[in-house]
């Protein structure tokens, strides 16, 4: 089985930064697109950052263009997120998680979730 471990998460200040790490264990000798999404308390959750096992491409939630960056060591299988700039906005527990859709966007292409780590961001 995949399991996927988030960490990283927790109090900044507004305008402040945090890095979260995903790593993916079990059954990884399949690549897989890693992606992050994120849930604020009473909405539902939000894509956030993306990058294809395919062809590499990255994609970004509109909300966190420019402030979030993602990357990933293929060889360790582990992702990253950057967050900069965050706001008291971007407050909510991230998940990563792991597929192999094409559709990198879509919450329905992800197979295997973390349980989440949660970012909060104070004014």
């Known amino acids: 089985q995949v399991q996927v471990v988030e960490s990283g998460g927790g109090l900044v200040q507004a305008g402040g930064s945090l890095r979260l790490s995903c790593a993916l264990s079990g059954r990884t000798s399949t690549s897989y697109t890693m992606g992050w999404f994120r849930q604020a308390p009473g909405k539902e959750r939000e894509f956030v950052a993306a990058?294809?096992?395919?062809?590499?491409?990255?994609y970004y939630g509109d909300s966190v263009k420019g402030r979030f960056t993602i990357s990933r060591d293929n060889a360790k299988n582990t992702v990253a997120l950057q967050m900069n700039s965050l706001k008291p906005e971007d407050t909510a527990v991230y998940y990563c998680?792991?597929?192999?859709?094409?559709?990198?966007?879509?919450?329905?292409?992800?197979?295997?979730w973390g349980q989440g780590t949660q970012v909060t961001v104070s004014s």
């Open positions: 990058i294809s096992w395919l062809d590499g491409v990255i």
């Open positions: 998680a792991a597929g192999r859709g094409t559709n990198i966007r879509v919450i329905k292409e992800y197979n295997y």
